[in-house]
């Protein structure tokens, strides 16, 4: 493919079409990550019983915390490659791009240490019952020791990003999907290896994304190129990347945080409810991926035309992604919502596990294009050089506000529509947060400049 078709001009021309072609291949590739676990979940609820299906689906907010970070700490990446490239400080993005792999080598192995020393004790804490301790253990465990491919295909995807290219990593992620489903139905039907088994197909396609993302690094023609003949660590970029990262990491981690709370209010109805609230909670993070994919196009795009001082064009970035963003997370959540039973079907064939499913996704996923306005105006917020921010300001409209009404509206009232409720209660109070502080912020730093 020519290189000039795979990036985006993101400081000429029309603005509407190109960060739809830019949000959507990225939608996309999140999309079919994501289906990595939907996979498990579907192959165990249809094959391995209801037990297996809870077992999975005990692990998705604790495998939520890692994935989260890792896909929040990548904008660090995209922030600092493409501000760079929107100076014109080529020389310097190559210096950036070998931080990069190399910060996402060691953050990788260091998150699979953490991640198997808190293993048991995390499943106790969420109050995971006895009967699928267990299983979701040997899951969790096999799932996290695929960390460093995780990290290193989200940071070599966010390498590619700030050029513009969302295609390519797209093209990696349906190769790996299809992969991960063949092992999943070979491993647990074939081999009879049931919870273990799909978490080893995760892992092996995992690997191959991997593999495939520094490939097309290596391969690459353009300035972002990964060279390791003169591979160099900088230190200086490693930081700058931290710095902008671990903030964006942390905000999208307090997010499975605070569902980690709410697992333990689900865990309190039984297995069904544990296995019902995990397919549900597939279809929400469809939705979200497009929220996240407006977000992420919104950091791109005003990083660059910030870069080059495009004031005025960082400020129609920001009014496109809001509503671009929420008109495509909506539509797909109603696709969800109207034929919401035959979606869940796909998970399960217990009908009560697919009646509780269908509660949540009433009260919760057909109010996803909410969580756009939060999203892109931290993402907006968070490329002008405000990096603590939105985390904090996150950690309060989320942890805060879901842990408050755990402990006294769900509390008094324990019913599951009534924990539900939580989501869009506290998407609403961060998104008037995170715009009112978009707007604030914005100000002061037009003031700086001037």
């Known amino acids: 493919m020519d290189k000039n078709k795979r990036q985006i001009d993101m400081l000429h021309g029309p603005l509407a079409s190109k960060l739809i072609f830019f949000a959507l291949p990225l939608a996309l590739s999140s999309i079919l990550q994501q289906l990595f ?31 989260n970070f890792l896909v929040g700490a990548s ?14 400080y080529k020389d310097e993005v190559k210096k950036a791009v070998d931080a990069v792999i190399g910060l996402a080598a060691i953050s990788g192995i260091v998150l699979m240490l953490i991640g198997h020393i808190i293993t048991h004790p995390l ?21 996290i020791s695929g960390l460093p491919f995780i990290v290193i295909y989200n940071f070599g995807s966010a390498i590619l990003r700030s050029i513009g290219d969302t295609k390519r990593p797209l093209y990696i992620m349906i190769v790996s999907g299809i992969l991960n489903v063949i092992l999943n139905l070979f491993f647990v039907i074939a081999c009879n290896m049931s919870v273990s088994g799909v978490a080893l197909a995760t892992l092996i396609s995992n690997a191959f994304s991997a593999v495939m993302i520094i490939i097309l690094l290596v391969k690459e023609d353009s300035m972002i190129k990964l060279d390791f003949k003169t591979f160099k660590f900088d230190s200086h970029y490693a930081i700058k990347v931290i710095k902008v990262g671990v903030p964006a990491g942390l905000q999208s981690m307090v997010f499975s945080l605070s569902n980690i709370f709410i697992q333990s209010g689900i865990n309190s109805f039984g297995a069904n409810t544990i296995a019902a609230s995990s397919v549900a909670l597939n279809f929400e993070y469809f939705t979200y991926d497009i929220s996240s994919a407006f977000a992420q196009a919104a950091v791109t795009f005003t990083s ?52 509780i499913a269908l509660i949540r996704m009433y009260h919760v996923m057909m109010l996803e294009a909410l969580t756009v306005t939060y999203e892109v105006s931290a993402a907006s917020i968070r490329s002008i050089g405000y990096q603590l921010t939105p985390a904090m300001l996150t950690v309060l409209g989320t942890v805060g506000l879901r842990i408050l009404w755990l402990y006294t509206v769900f509390k008094k009232h324990h019913t599951f529509e009534m924990l539900m409720n939580v989501y869009p209660v506290s998407w609403i109070f961060t998104g008037i947060v995170l715009i009112s502080a978009y707007f604030i912020l914005w100000k002061r730093k037009i003031k700086e400049l001037s």
Request: glycine share 8%; net charge neutral; hydrophobic share 55%.
């Open 37 to 67: 676990n939907s996979a498990d979940v579907a192959v165990v609820g249809r094959y391995a019983g209801s037990d297996a299906l809870a077992a999975v689906g005990a692990n998705v907010a604790n495998v939520g915390i890692f994935v």
């Open 75 to 88: 904008i660090g990446p995209n922030v600092i490659i493409a501000m760079l490239i929107g100076q014109g």
């Open 123 to 143: 499943l106790v804490a969420t109050h995971t019952p006895d009967e699928v301790i267990n299983a979701a253990e040997i899951y969790f465990r096999i799932y």
């Open 304 to 355: 660059q035309n910030f870069g080059a001082m495009n004031i005025k064009r960082c400020r129609r970035i920001y009014y496109l992604t809001m509503l671009e963003g929420m008109l495509f997370t909506a539509a797909l959540s109603a696709v969800f919502t109207i034929w919401a039973r035959p979606f869940a079907a796909l998970y399960t064939k217990e009908g009560a596990v697919i009646d």
